[in-house]
């Protein structure tokens, strides 16, 4: 799903985000990347998605080279990515419902189908009673969950999430976490960017660890 | 799938009716200064059209006045003026003589009793010559003049409207001016647009940037922006055409007044079917040009971080 060789970033300020990356990640495998503050596991997700260009080496994710990715694609090539952020990225204006169902317009799905699609990603994280609510009127760990749903409502073959329980107590990490070895369970590619120990310690799935934007670790295929 | 694509595109013009409506000022605001920035030239194009109107009137009227020779006798008068009646330029000739034309010009001059003191008449018959309903373009009336100073018994061929040639020369030259205005407005409606698209883009920056991880394209971004510039562009041309019209109401009184002086019958008319459609489509043409450049510009820019 993932394969990432001889992988450099260099940003245009000099600075080396990552250096010298391999890494290779099978379709339906769940793994955590972890590591210090600036070590590398943003900019890693960034490339990913195709915000950030490899600086050399070969990056390839779902069948898709990214060093030679048009721009014109590289909205399709998105549509085949969930993204969940730490921040969520919820538009505040719109209700719960209209946010969760933001991906499945932007693709042009058939109207008749949008509803149901929806409701199902809201059943699925628990919150198909507040569809009608504004992000703002809910907690962090609703609109977190609310993230989730957008970022599945596509059935996307590949999940990723940046730093997903970052602003959550303990009881609700477990939660999302439990959510996304549900979404494993299903058959989706999953990778979570996180520097929650404990997040990792009860997930016990692979983890690649960075240090200043070196593979430090990959423990390799776990469960 | 063809039908998805309309209801998605009702969805966004919908949508966009609804932002707009909530905004209600800003929205009014700009409609407004569209509005008065159409309305400067459509209003000048309404002008110059009744103003063209009221010469074809006068041109209708056009004659040429032939004085002729003094000493010529009544037989060779009806004989020049059967050879001029010929001519398939002309409609029909009057003859006013010599001695009708004292006594109208007695009658309306007020010289009465200075020309009664006169041992002789002073003035020569005259031929009117009325030219033929397809011979009434000042082209036309030209050569006709022309043709008719030829006649050794005419003394003076003078076309009595040679002002109204000088008139429509003017007002070529002022629709040129229309036109130059136009184009500079039309650039001006651009900028408008242009602008309230860009604050607009910047508003919703987050969410653009939103859309752009979630893989919408350009064009659906780009949408919504696409029609709000185009209501607003239609909006402002419909409020420039009230415009227009609330000022031909005012002026229709007083012109009506004026022209009635002048026994004339002449109303303003307002600006016909088609010209509302151009006015209106370039309206929506204009604002949708506007924010297309506008978006084009900024939503490169706009990547997400």
Known sequence: MIEFTHVFKRYPSGFDALRDINLRIEAGEMAFITGHSGAGKSTLLRLITAIEKPTRGEAAVNGRNLTKLPRRHIPYFRREIGVVFQDHKLLCDRTVYDNVALPLIVTGTDQQEIPRRVRAALEMVGLLDKERMLPVTLSGGEQQRVGIARAVVNKPPLLLADEPTGNLDSKLSDEILDLFLDFHHHGVTVLIATHDLHLIDRARRRVIELNHGELALDSGTRA | ?305
């Open chain 2, 1 to 305: 799938m063809i039908k998805n694509y309309f209801l998605r595109h009702a969805q966004v013009f919908f949508y966009t009716l609804g932002q707009l409506s909530r905004t209600p000022l800003a929205t009014f605001l700009t409609v407004a200064v569209i509005g008065i920035t159409l309305a400067l030239p459509a209003g000048l194009y309404v002008a110059l059209e009744n103003v063209q109107q009221l010469a074809r009137g006068w041109e209708d009227n056009g004659q040429i006045s032939l004085f002729l020779k003094q000493d010529l006798s009544d037989a060779d008068i009806e004989k020049l003026s059967g050879n001029i009646r010929k001519l398939p330029a002309v409609s029909w000739v009057d003859f006013v003589s010599r001695q009708a034309a004292l006594a109208e010009f007695k009658k309306l001059s007020g010289f009465g009793d200075a020309l009664g003191s006169l041992d002789r008449n002073p003035l020569p018959p005259v031929l009117v010559v009325h030219p033929a309903a397809s011979h009434t373009r000042p082209e036309a009336l030209q050569s006709l003049l022309k043709d008719l100073r030829r006649y050794s018994e005419v003394e003076l061929a003078q076309l009595d409207l040679e002002w109204v040639r000088r008139l429509y020369a003017m007002l070529d030259l002022a629709k040129q001016g229309v036109l130059i205005l136009t184009a500079g407005l039309a650039v001006a409606v651009l900028l408008i647009i242009g602008n309230t698209i860009r604050l607009a883009v910047l508003n919703r920056r987050d969410e653009i940037e939103i859309i752009k991880l979630i893989g919408g394209t350009n064009a659906f971004i780009r949408r919504p922006f696409l029609y709000s510039g185009a209501v607003q562009g239609l909006l402002g041309a419909v409020m420039a055409w009230l415009l227009v019209g609330l000022g031909l109401l005012i002026l229709s009184g007083p012109v009506h007044r004026l022209a009635s002086l002048y026994g004339s019958l002449f109303v303003v008319e307002n600006m016909g079917f088609l010209a509302t459609l151009a006015l209106i489509g370039t309206g929506g043409l204009l604002g949708w040009l506007g924010s297309r450049l506008a978006v084009g510009r900024h939503l490169q820019a706009i990547e997400p971080r």
